[in-house]
């Protein structure tokens, strides 16, 4: 499918819908050639409504097309977030003709039971698809797991666990995990909880994931989970968490004291990760918003994107586990070719580089852990900064003056920081990928990680590097290169 998408602030080279609100990835699954992104959609409007899956697919997880709405609300209720499973061996004996179904696993969310007052209006649900995500069709057994009054049980990710050979599904219920065992994918037993007295509870937890992860390096190899918390994020509102910990087939446990945080910025939210990719990779895309501000957003026609499809990696740094996440190889094929260049910039010395069309760029650079400013802006002095303080290891971004932002009074009224997990290094590597109206920044090849939305009233236009240290500093690996876009 052939489309141009020209409206102000719309994306270019990361996927969003095409017209009408979307929030959560949902069934990311990766079966014969095609990453599938189901998502949390609303087609008649550009706020939430009833729920949708909308549709989309691609072959390397940039190249995006657009597929017709795959699943519906019925009489069970809205279709909320969940995950998709290619079922191989025909657990769910939906496959016909030899045929090899997809699964979808989401939760009903029942809006008559929740205006009545009743607690049991979340279920889950499954449907199945024998043409690769083409059709669907849903189980007419529907809900398979029903619920006596939990008002908060949602956001079902299953998997294959080969240990058990068994369907594990990741479920939430308000302040826990729960885990489920199936055989078939239509009768679950609960086997286990987590994380009443564990983690950040600042809202309900939401759109929970569960895999193994080797650690980098070694053969270590340790389970995450990851769990989106609605409010009380580090940077206020929306945010996903993480736990390290193990899994052995039955029960999650994690001996982790501190939050950790998947990503500090404000704009990374309900991010999931795929079943079944080829090369063995566990890949993670997030919705780029925040509940906070996300129905408020001064865009036109759509609201929202997704960020850009990242690789997780486990690393151990300084003793501890850190969760890193990093954008897939494939986004290499749309970004241009350019040399690198290093310099030095004495105490106090400001860099700038202006006319230079940044709307969709990255942007990368090493320099030493000493205080500087570094800042996109354009022609009507608008401005998206990073600011690193040496003393506190602590990255600031700062959009407060970076664009549109009377939406929400909380848009733009402060800065967002981030502690760098890595506190001995004496440098820092820098990469920001900007798309006109978000900016994506990994740290040390995704050590530590923010992405935010900003609302330039024009593309940025002029990048800069101010040193603040009051002793001269090299910058290296300097580039700024084109991303091109890949709606046309
Ligand atoms: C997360 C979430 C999910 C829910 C969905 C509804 O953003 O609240 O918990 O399934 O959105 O659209």
Same mark, same amino acid.
């Given at each position: ?111 008559? +039971?929740?205006?009545? /007052? ?5 279920? =889950?649900?499954?449907?199945?698809? !024998? %043409?690769? @995500? ?110 390290? +910990?193990?899994?052995? /087939? ?5 001996? =982790?004291?501190?939050?950790?945080? !998947? %990503?500090? @910025? ?114 009507? /002095? ?11 290891? !602590? ?94």
């Amino acid at each position: 499918e052939t489309k141009v998408y020209a409206e102000k602030y719309r994306p270019q080279y990361h996927f969003s819908p095409p017209t009408g609100w979307m929030n959560d990835p949902n069934g990311l699954v990766y079966h014969d050639g095609l990453y599938h992104l189901f998502y949390q959609y609303y087609p008649h409007a550009t706020v939430w409504g009833p729920m949708h899956w909308g549709h989309a697919v691609s072959s390397d997880l940039i190249n995006w097309d657009n597929k017709p709405i795959a699943l519906y609300p019925d009489k069970n209720g809205f279709i909320f977030s969940g995950s998709a499973v290619v079922d191989k061996n025909n657990t769910s004996g939906f496959g016909t003709h030899g045929k090899i179904p997809l699964v979808a696993i989401f939760t009903y969310h029942d809006m008559e +039971g929740e205006k009545s /007052g009743r607690s049991d209006f979340q279920t =889950q649900g499954i449907a199945f698809s !024998l %043409d690769n @995500g083409e059709t669907w069709e849903k189980y007419e057994g529907n809900p398979v797991i029903g619920n006596v009054d939990t008002k908060d049980l949602r956001d079902p990710k299953v998997f294959w666990h080969e240990g058990t050979e068994s369907w594990i599904m990741a479920l939430v219920a308000g302040d826990h995990a729960k885990f489920y065992r199936s055989k078939n994918l239509k009768e679950w037993d609960n086997i286990s909880d987590f994380g009443q007295n564990q983690g950040a509870h600042g809202g309900v937890w939401e759109c929970p994931d569960l895999f193994p992860l080797k650690v980098e390096g070694t053969d270590e190899e340790k389970w995450v989970l990851i769990i989106s918390i609605g409010n009380g994020a580090p940077n206020g509102g929306s945010g996903t968490q993480y736990f390290v +910990g193990d899994f052995d /087939g039955t029960t999650f446990s994690s001996e =982790q004291k501190e939050y950790k945080w !998947l %990503d500090w @910025g404000t704009d990374n939210y309900a991010g999931v990760t795929y079943n079944d990719t080829p090369d063995g990779q566990r890949k993670f895309i997030g919705w780029m918003s925040n509940w906070q501000y996300a129905l408020k957003t001064p865009t036109s026609t759509w609201r929202s994107a997704m960020t850009l499809p990242r690789n997780l990696g486990l690393k151990k740094i300084e003793g501890e586990y850190v969760l890193v996440n990093y954008p897939v190889q494939a986004i290499n094929a749309i970004i241009s070719d350019t040399s690198t260049e290093s310099f030095e910039l004495e105490a106090s010395e400001k860099k700038i580089w202006a006319n230079t069309t940044l709307s969709q760029s990255k942007v990368s650079l090493s320099l030493p852990k000493k205080d500087f400013v570094v800042s996109f802006s354009n022609d009507g /002095g608008e401005e998206f900064r990073l600011i690193f303080d040496s003393a506190s290891n !602590l990255v600031m971004l700062d959009r407060t003056t970076a664009g549109q932002d009377d939406f929400n009074y909380q848009f733009g009224n402060k800065l967002h920081y981030m502690i760098l997990d890595d506190k001995t290094s004496e440098s820092m590597k820098l990469e920001f990928f900007i798309d006109n109206a978000s900016c994506e920044l990994f740290i040390n090849d995704g050590e530590n990680v923010m992405t935010s939305q900003f609302f330039p009233s024009e593309g940025f236009s002029k990048f800069s590097i101010e040193n603040m240290a009051d002793e001269t500093i090299v910058v290296s690996d300097f580039a700024i290169a084109e991303v091109k876009g890949i709606w046309k």
